[in-house]
């Protein structure tokens, strides 16, 4: 593959963004190739539940836009992949470096997932956020786009296993990093965010404590392609009814560099306790905000609704968690309305 | 009616406060404090009061002297106003308030007054001993000793002493009193029950003998149980030492300044050498943790922390080298060594003790005293 590709538009990222923009130019003519550094199309969307504030279903949103994508004759669509060394050339086009890392598994696979069945290691499923595990050889998720299973190659084992099972033939161990330069009209930034990592902040437990959860990790559980059937707090397995929300969890904080709101997480955290209201309806949900910041079209309404459907929201950061020996944790606050110190017990939190 | 000081900002950042109009009251300082209880929620109501400038309510406040500085607050603070640092620079302001002379207030905020006060006490010392002072006999004693007497007679520099301890005493107690009346007496609406005084007598002697809370200080709440703190073994060794040669200079001159050599174990040895050790180490440690600043108790030092461990520090030395010097019968630099440490000691009591920085040992057992009152009071109703 040393022959150069040229292109009018590169996309970085295959998320909702990521699609929306290559879909809208490739229907007006322009030829594009779409980058995503995962195994699958859909970002970070195709993994949630419902948007706010009109609850739709947020995969129903995505998939179909991926599909199309993925369908569209005027975009190249290049997974598991990344660019290097993005050069602006004196013809004012830019010389880009596309990096294919190898899946190990063809274009043949069929997404049958024999090979998982066969496969003998088993290792946190990193689109369940860790919930649950996935082997070593995997489609990455149910919806995923392209369908086809990938080797995680740090964590195989070179049995072979999934070699002699597959019936496509499409196991590749011989693949290698491929890269190819490419020239390109204009660059579209669409690489998304990453999510805070809350080991960083110590005093929350997260990692320590296990019914500490991220809120992607609730996120998953209230998905119809969830990985319990139900919601469930993960040390016993048991369904929490007295759920916690941390709000402002590594934003708004100057102590882990981000001094700044996310905007989402008042909205989000809301949502879920909406759905939360749903999927157990004996629980109780409390949120422990700093500011609400229910700024967009529909969103203080979103949020008068939540309280409506019994939703405590308490005003105070949390300072401190910790953990009982039932797994039970001792959320430790100011409630600032009170201006007094005070501990509540819930049995699954929320950062 | 409460009524409010707009410059009050301003004025506090004498006291070394930092910019704490960051806060957004968030409530996070109170929550991971290891001593704010249901009772005392502290820090955020103080940072609250501070931005808004209610001086009355922070004056009829004991919270400010129930914290103990672990620093976890500030640490923690994701708005970075330093809570921690604020609730230090309201207790020297609070100090400087309880003082009815003013002195306070111009020491804490005017290097001019401050280093100008020392450097006129240390004057009137050595003015004394020029005019003064015994004949500088190179004879020795018996044993061997330096006739520290002779140059120095004891009855008469107990004289000073004296003098010295009744304005000590004089200031220090009105001040308490002062104190007495911003706290409890500002408490219009409360009827405290009056043999409380007495009930709560007991915490006052226990704080202030053990300053238990600060004990508490600074553990981890997630163990929920208090664990040895090196700050507060060092700081008690240090107040013990301090308060033992407070006593036996001020109240035993006699028996402690003597010509004669006791042996080793003497209890005025002993006690003398636990003393000093127990100031040394204590001088030592906290001059390397303010230079460190490892700790986020000792990242930022007001002048006036300097000032008190400077002197206490010349004081020690140049006590340790008067007793060097006598034992080892070298009677001129024993007389010019002792001149120089009243020079370093005058000014430390007479400066510190009722209007700085050493008053907390005073302030903070009263302030809980005073505190439980109010709580049981409250209680009780």
């Given at each position: 593959m040393t022959e150069k590709k040229e292109y009018d538009v590169l996309v970085l990222g295959g998320g909702i963004s990521g699609s929306e923009s290559a879909l809208n130019l490739a229907k007006q003519g322009f030829k594009v190739i779409l980058v995503e550094k995962d195994l699958s199309l859909g970002g970070k969307m195709i993994h949630l539940s419902k948007v706010f504030p009109t609850l739709d279903c947020s995969a129903?949103?995505?998939?179909?836009?991926?599909?199309?994508?993925?369908?569209?004759?005027?975009?190249?669509?290049?997974?598991?992949?990344?660019?290097?060394?993005?050069?602006?050339?004196?013809?004012?086009?830019?010389?880009?470096t596309l990096v294919q890392k190898p899946r190990y598994v063809t274009e043949d696979c069929t997404g049958c997932q024999?090979?998982?069945?066969?496969?003998?290691?088993?290792?946190?499923?990193?689109?369940?956020?860790?919930?649950?595990?996935?082997?070593?050889?995997?489609?990455?998720?149910?919806?995923?786009?392209?369908?086809?299973a990938a080797i995680d190659i740090e964590n195989c084992s070179l049995c072979g296993a999934c070699e002699k099972v597959c019936p496509a033939n499409s196991i590749?161990?011989?693949?290698?990093?491929?890269?190819?330069?490419?020239?390109?009209?204009?660059?579209?930034?669409?690489?998304?965010?990453?999510?805070?990592?809350?080991?960083?902040?110590?005093?929350?437990?997260?990692?320590?404590?296990?019914?500490?959860?991220?809120?992607?990790?609730?996120?998953?559980?209230?998905?119809?392609?969830?990985?319990?059937?139900?919601?469930?707090?993960?040390?016993?397995?048991?369904?929490?009814?007295?759920?916690?929300?941390?709000?402002?969890?590594?934003?708004?904080?100057?102590?882990?560099?981000?001094?700044?709101?996310?905007?989402?997480?008042?909205?989000?955290?809301?949502?879920?306790?909406?759905?939360l209201m749903g999927a157990l309806p004996m629980a109780d949900v409390t949120v422990y905000y700093l500011h609400i910041r229910a700024f967009g079209k529909g969103f203080c309404e979103f949020y008068q609704q939540a309280k409506g459907m019994g939703v405590e929201f308490i005003k105070g950061k949390i300072g401190l968690i910790t953990e009982k020996e039932n797994g039970n944790l001792l959320l430790r606050y100011e409630d600032i309305e009170s201006g007094n110190i005070k501990e509540a017990e819930h049995d699954l939190v929320v950062l | 009616m409460a009524t409010i000081n707009p410059g009050f900002a301003t004025e506090l950042k004498k006291y070394g406060a930092l910019d704490f109009n960051k806060c957004y009251n968030c409530?996070?300082?109170?929550?991971?404090?290891?001593?704010?209880?249901?009772?005392?929620?502290?820090?955020?109501?103080?940072?609250?009061?501070?931005?808004?400038?209610?001086?009355?309510?922070?004056?009829?406040?004991?919270?400010?002297?129930?914290?103990?500085?672990?620093?976890?607050?500030?640490?923690t603070c994701p708005q970075q106003t330093d809570p921690g640092e604020l609730m230090m620079s309201l207790r020297r302001y609070l100090t400087s308030k309880y003082d009815w002379t003013g002195l306070g207030a111009k020491l804490y905020t005017s290097k001019l007054w401050e280093f100008g006060t020392i450097a006129f006490l240390a004057l009137v010392v050595l003015f004394l001993f020029v005019f003064f002072h015994g004949p500088m006999t190179n004879e020795l004693t018996a044993d061997g000793g330096v006739m520290l007497n002779t140059f120095a007679p004891w009855q008469q520099i107990e004289i000073g002493d004296l003098l010295m301890g009744g304005f000590l005493a004089f200031f220090l107690m009105s001040n308490i009193f002062n104190m007495?009346?911003?706290?409890?007496?500002?408490?219009?609406?409360?009827?405290?029950?009056?043999?409380?005084?007495?009930?709560?007598?007991?915490?006052?002697?226990?704080?202030?003998?053990?300053?238990?809370?600060?004990?508490?200080?600074?553990?981890?709440?997630?163990?929920?149980?208090?664990?040895?703190?090196?700050?507060?073994?060092?700081?008690?060794?240090?107040?013990?030492?301090?308060?033992?040669?407070?006593?036996?200079?001020?109240?035993?001159?006699?028996?402690?300044?003597?010509?004669?050599?006791?042996?080793?174990?003497?209890?005025?040895?002993?006690?003398?050498?636990?003393?000093?050790?127990?100031?040394?180490?204590?001088?030592?440690?906290?001059?390397?943790?303010?230079?460190?600043?490892?700790?986020?108790?000792?990242?930022?030092?007001?002048?006036?922390?300097?000032?008190?461990?400077?002197?206490?520090?010349?004081?020690?030395?140049?006590?340790?080298?008067?007793h060097v010097f006598r034992l080892n019968g070298m009677p001129q630099p024993t007389y010019y060594m002792y001149v120089f440490h009243l020079m370093a000691l005058v000014p430390m009591l007479m400066i510190e003790v009722p209007f700085s920085k050493w008053s907390h040992l005073a302030y903070r057992p009263f302030a809980i005293?005073?505190?439980?009152?109010?709580?049981?009071?409250?209680?009780?109703?």
């Open positions: 129903c949103i995505t998939t179909p836009k991926v599909s199309e994508t993925a369908r569209h004759p005027n975009i190249d669509i290049y997974t598991f992949s990344e660019v290097r060394d993005i050069e602006k050339l004196n013809s004012g086009d830019f010389q880009v024999l090979c998982e069945d066969k496969c003998p290691v088993v290792v946190n499923d990193q689109y369940q956020w860790d919930l649950v595990g996935r082997k070593a050889i995997y489609v990455p998720f149910s919806i995923a786009n392209p369908r086809i590749d161990f011989s693949q290698v990093e491929m890269q190819t330069p490419i020239v390109v009209k204009t660059v579209i930034i669409a690489i998304g965010f990453n999510l805070f990592d809350p080991t960083l902040i110590p005093r929350y437990g997260f990692g320590k404590y296990k019914n500490v959860v991220t809120s992607m990790q609730m996120e998953r559980q209230l998905v119809p392609t969830r990985p319990f059937n139900n919601v469930l707090r993960p040390k016993d397995g048991k369904m929490p009814d007295n759920i916690a929300y941390v709000l402002c969890a590594g934003s708004r904080d100057e102590t882990v560099g981000n001094p700044i709101c996310s905007q989402v997480c008042c909205m989000y955290s809301t949502k879920q306790a909406q759905l | 409530g996070n300082c109170t929550a991971v404090c290891s001593l704010s209880t249901g009772d005392n929620s502290f820090p955020r109501e103080m940072i609250r009061f501070s931005v808004l400038g209610l001086e009355r309510e922070i004056q009829k406040s004991t919270t400010p002297w129930l914290c103990y500085y672990c620093g976890e607050c500030s640490a007495y009346l911003k706290i409890i007496g500002s408490q219009k609406d409360l009827k405290i029950p009056f043999k409380l005084y007495f009930s709560e007598f007991w915490k006052l002697i226990v704080h202030f003998g053990t300053q238990r809370e600060f004990s508490k200080c600074d553990t981890k709440l997630e163990q929920k149980k208090p664990a040895l703190n090196t700050y507060w073994v060092v700081h008690w060794f240090l107040m013990s030492s301090y308060v033992i040669m407070f006593v036996m200079i001020v109240a035993f001159l006699g028996w402690f300044q003597t010509d004669n050599i006791y042996a080793w174990f003497h209890p005025q040895r002993i006690l003398g050498y636990y003393a000093t050790v127990g100031l040394t180490i204590g001088i030592v440690y906290f001059f390397v943790q303010r230079i460190k600043k490892s700790a986020q108790k000792s990242k930022h030092s007001h002048v006036t922390d300097w000032t008190f461990l400077v002197l206490l520090f010349l004081t020690t030395i140049s006590g340790i080298l008067v005293y005073f505190n439980k009152i109010i709580v049981a009071a409250k209680k009780s109703k």
